[in-house]
């Protein structure tokens, strides 16, 4: 049976990390930030976890919202025109971060790490 890798060695992060700083193919991105970042064994793990944190954010005011709903405008109106569902996306997973995460809540700039993360997903996708 193939079972998929969900951690990698040192040798292999080490090699990931030259690889990266020679560049790496758009095709590979996604996937490579899955395993070497330990995301995929935490999704593994933690199945429903963001479904279950959406649906908790929808009965439990956010602080941060009001603030989030006036950065994510002012992120890249051109990528936001391109991919009109990355809006909600983003308001989605920045209103979830600030409650799963609240002794950080919600900080100015978060806007652009989600905004890039959901390109890289949506170029591996498409």
């Given at each position: 049976?193939?079972?998929?890798?969900?951690?990698?060695?040192?040798?292999?992060?080490?090699?990931?990390?030259?690889?990266?700083?020679?560049?790496?193919?758009?095709?590979?991105?996604?996937?490579?930030?899955?395993?070497?970042?330990?995301?995929?064994?935490?999704?593994?793990?933690?199945k429903n976890?963001?479904?279950?944190?959406?649906?908790?954010?929808?009965?439990?005011?956010?602080?941060?919202?009001?603030?989030?709903?006036?950065?994510?405008?002012?992120?890249?109106?051109?990528?936001?025109?391109?991919?009109?569902?990355?809006?909600?996306?983003?308001?989605?997973?920045?209103?979830?971060?600030?409650?799963?995460?609240?002794?950080?809540?919600?900080?100015?700039?978060?806007?652009?790490?989600?905004?890039?993360?959901?390109?890289?997903?949506?170029?591996?996708?498409?």
């Amino acid at each position: 049976m193939n079972k998929e890798k969900l951690e990698i060695t040192r040798e292999e992060k080490a090699i990931l990390d030259y690889l990266i700083i020679l560049g790496t193919p758009s095709y590979f991105r996604a996937k490579l930030w899955l395993l070497s970042s330990g995301a995929k064994k935490e999704i593994i793990n933690n199945k429903n976890y963001y479904k279950n944190l959406l649906e908790l954010s929808r009965n439990i005011p956010c602080f941060y919202e009001k603030q989030i709903l006036k950065d994510i405008p002012r992120t890249n109106m051109e990528i936001l025109e391109k991919n009109p569902s990355f809006e909600q996306k983003m308001r989605n997973i920045l209103v979830c971060y600030s409650i799963r995460n609240n002794s950080i809540g919600y900080c100015q700039g978060f806007n652009f790490i989600v905004l890039r993360i959901l390109e890289i997903i949506e170029n591996e996708v498409n």
